[in-house]
């Protein structure tokens, strides 16, 4: 039995199974051939029997009954490999499931298989060694971003209905952006980390991919909660699906930065965001407040932070894995080893310090904050990270730890803060996404999800890239 993958969202799969419209060993059947046929290289590892076997059993009535669901290879799923996209462990199975992975699966869900990421989750392109290149399904020659590359890809080209994804530096916000998707990076210990947590460098958060903003709001009602594995998870939050449109947004204030005074954006970029920012500015009735900007650039030090997280994860097999490791790991691994010492550990406080007091003094003045989500439309598959913007070359001008930070510089400091964050789609620029950034207080992702509905509502963006499934 083959067929057609679901091109809507994940909610909508849902009503259609409860209304016997689809099955869903139908649905997994359509989304296993397209990923058999798919140009993305998007999913490294494909579980059909096992997954055959939850779609025949699904129970339609639970929350995500029945959907296909694809989990970044950095995400634990008992009996799966657990490689972290590395030639490393390449031959390592997971004997558990990660606390995310055990609440999907109670709430339905049909593990598919695994998607690509950066190895170790380190840089916002997805190529390794392990795996090659990811594609972009609205240009196979760009890259989806990263470390959600392979999920990023696999919703937008129309694979899977959704996907997980998790954000230590922009990793669900840069890909959202780069392939047209809806992402919400939450407050830090929104989703717990367990059972094997993972403390350092207290910036990365777990969600997901998602075509619409009610898919987001489902898997936030599923995953969220406190874990006595993770001691930095927070206290279950319910109603989120049931919530949505009913916050009160209107007279709320706001201050537009296109760059946040952090990064150097495409001027076509900016345009477009600027634009988007009034649209929501209007239609939400929110009060534009005239609020000077300028973050501290912190990318060396956003990095430097997790090497001691890298060193454990390689454990004993550093140094002599060494060959086995992307360029851009080896460089951090190298560096943590020979070069970090008490002034990295005391540069990376004074970072966190500095933009901690100064994001808390803007949200003094306002409730929410909106930027650009990348400086620019995606780059190549391959990489490298560009240090252009518009013919202007970013080393000449500001540096080097500038130029290669600016990927970063727009999302790294909501990771840094623990603030939450959305990314929206918002159109196209020389036919690739182009995305919002909406930073909000702490513990107050509902309002955002609620804003981001309203561009869902006024601005409808297009659930799959042109051509899914590709």
């Known amino acids: 039995m083959t067929g057609d993958p679901w091109l809507g969202d994940a909610c909508s799969l849902v009503d259609a199974f409860r209304e016997g419209t689809i099955s869903p060993t139908e649905a997994l059947e359509g989304s296993l051939a397209s990923i058999a046929d798919s140009k993305l290289n998007a999913v490294c590892f ?151 947590t993972e403390i350092e460098p207290l910036t990365a958060v777990l969600g997901c991919l998602s075509r619409s903003v009610r898919d987001t709001a489902r898997w936030f009602d599923v995953c969220n909660g406190g874990d006595e594995y993770d001691p930095f998870a927070l206290p279950r939050v319910e109603g989120w699906e049931a919530g949505l449109g009913q916050q009160e947004v209107r007279g709320r204030r706001v201050a537009v930065s296109v760059d946040l005074g952090a990064a150097v954006v495409a001027s076509a970029v900016g345009d477009k965001v600027e634009e988007a920012a009034d649209l929501l500015i209007k239609d939400a009735g929110l009060t534009r407040m005239d609020v000077p900007i300028g973050l501290p650039r912190g990318g060396l030090e956003w990095a430097l932070a997790g090497t001691a997280s890298l060193l454990v994860g390689l454990g004993d097999l550093y140094p002599g894995c060494e060959s086995e490791l992307t360029p851009e790991i080896m460089l951090a691994a190298n560096i943590a080893t020979n070069h970090y010492n008490l002034d990295t550990a005391k540069n990376i406080e004074a970072f966190r310090r500095q933009i901690i007091v100064q994001t808390a003094q803007i949200f003094e003045q306002v409730d929410f904050i909106v930027c650009a989500t990348n400086p620019d439309v995606a780059f190549g598959a391959q990489g490298p990270m560009p240090t252009t913007i518009d013919g202007v070359d970013l080393i000449a001008e500001h540096g080097f730890e500038a130029a290669v930070g600016n990927n970063g510089a727009l999302t790294i400091p909501a990771n840094t803060t623990g603030h939450p964050a959305v990314a929206i789609p918002i159109g196209l620029v020389d036919g690739l996404p182009v995305s919002l950034q909406i930073m909000g207080r702490r513990h107050a992702e509902q309002l955002l999800l609620d804003l981001a509905r309203i561009v869902e509502l006024e601005r409808p963006w297009p659930l799959v890239a042109p051509g899914a499934p590709s």
């Open 46 to 196: 494909v579980d059909e029997d096992r997954a055959r076997e939850s779609a025949a059993g699904a129970d339609v009535n639970l929350p995500f009954g029945g959907v296909p669901v694809g989990m970044k290879e950095l995400d634990p799923v008992k009996g799966w490999p657990q490689t972290e996209a590395s030639l490393v462990f390449k031959d390592r199975i997971a004997d558990y499931d990660a606390t995310m992975t055990a609440r999907l699966r109670a709430a339905g869900a049909v593990l598919v298989g695994q998607t690509t990421a950066s190895e170790f989750g380190g840089i916002n392109c997805t190529y390794t060694r392990l795996h090659g290149a990811t594609s972009n399904p609205y240009d196979l020659a760009r890259t989806p971003g990263g470390s959600s590359g392979g999920s990023a890809a696999s919703v937008a080209g129309g694979l899977l209905p959704i996907c997980t994804g998790g954000d230590g530096g922009g990793s669900i916000r840069i890909p959202a952006g780069f392939t047209g998707l809806f992402g919400l990076k939450s407050t830090f210990g929104r989703i717990p980390k367990g059972p094997k």
